[in-house]
């Protein structure tokens, strides 16, 4: 069985040449295979056979013969009593028609439609966010042309799945959301993570780091740091090391998540403050250098 040329334009079969123009135009930039680089041979495949029914749909002649007898009427040469052209309709050249009906400007080096850079935007995410994962919704308004070829504003919701781990700087790619111009394909629309500040936590890549002020006292004899965890859980850590002034102390397990395998994670690595008296007595001194050796 043939092609059915107003299923691949979407159209009903009294179709007007402006319905035709309007459909042609939606499909072709859409399939158009520079703008389809992943699927390159669907894309060459489905933007053939929308070129091909535009082709025929739109003349006169080749829509009455298709319409009367189908695609192999076309194909295979005039139909009885037809004093038309005999040669067999053979389709032109995708490209050619996509020309023609865009203007030179599109294909005038024969490089396809020209597509601008991505469009950045940040996107802030607090600790948290990052730490145990979020969803994101991003309204947007862009400039399209519509398949008649005028420019209108469009919005549009997005939806960002923030994996847990991510860092700052980690690019999510909305292919064609950003502006269209005249002639052009839309440019690429790209988030860009930012990390907000923490009241407690600072990152180092997968590392989580905090300080901590112990007292003298702290730091001779022991002492337990109690924390809440940045997804909200009680830690307890015992440090029972003599903490000189910079001693960090590493709890393994309780950094932020790895993007490639969420459950394993970086460390936690505290770094202690010794907060000494500021004035000690006679007694207190001597009793400090007899415990201490001096």
Same mark, same amino acid.
């Given at each position: 069985?043939?092609?059915d040329y107003?299923?691949i ?9 402006d ?10 930039m859409?399939?158009?295979?520079d ?13 053939k056979?929308i070129?091909e *029914?535009y082709? #025929?749909l739109?003349d006169? =002649? &080749?829509?009455q013969v ?7 009427? !076309? ?5 009885p ?6 040669d067999k309709f053979n ?5 050619d ?13 024969g490089?396809?439609?020209k ?8 996107l802030p ?7 145990t ?8 308004s862009?400039?399209?042309?519509d398949?008649?070829g005028?420019?209108?504003t469009?919005?549009?919701i997005l939806?960002?799945e923030v994996?847990p781990?991510?860092r700052?700087g980690?690019k ?8 269209q111009?005249?002639n052009?394909l839309p *440019?690429d629309l #790209?988030?860009?993570?930012? =990390? &907000?500040?923490?009241d407690?936590?600072?990152?180092d890549?997968n590392? !989580?780091?905090m300080?901590?002020c112990?007292?003298?006292a702290?730091?001779?004899g022991g002492?337990t ?11 307890s ?11 960090e102390?590493v ?8 993007a490639?395998?969420p459950?394993i ?6 770094k202690f ?11 207190q001194?001597?009793?400090?250098k ?5």
């Open positions: 069985m043939g092609l107003y299923e334009l979407t159209l009903e079969r009294g179709a007007t040449e319905d035709l123009k309007k459909a042609y135009r939606k499909l072709a859409r399939w158009h295979p703008k389809n680089p992943n699927d390159k041979d669907e894309a060459e495949a489905m933007f056979q070129s *029914a082709e #025929v739109s006169p =002649e &080749k829509r298709y319409d009367q007898y189908g695609e192999e009427g !076309l194909k295979d040469g005039p139909a009593g037809s004093a038309g052209n005999p389709p032109r050249n995708a490209e028609i996509f020309a023609e009906f865009f203007g030179s400007s599109p294909f005038g080096y490089d396809g439609l597509k601008p850079p991505p469009v950045e935007s940040r995410c607090d600790l948290h966010e990052l730490y994962g979020s969803t994101r919704k991003m309204k947007i862009r400039q399209v042309v398949p008649n005028r420019m209108r469009e919005s549009e939806t960002i994996q781990g991510w700052k980690t999510i790619t909305f292919p064609d959301k950003g502006n111009q005249m052009q *440019a #790209v988030f860009v993570i930012d =990390e &907000k500040p923490h407690v936590f600072s990152r890549g590392d !989580l780091t300080g901590h112990v007292t003298l702290e730091a001779i002492t740091v109690v924390l809440t965890t940045v997804d909200g859980r009680t830690l850590v015992p440090v029972v090391c003599i903490v000189s002034p910079g001693y102390h709890v393994e397990g309780e950094g932020m998540p790895i490639r395998d459950s994670r970086g460390d936690l690595k505290i403050e010794v907060k000494f008296p500021a004035k000690l007595s006679p007694e001194r001597e009793a400090l007899h415990v201490l050796g001096g």
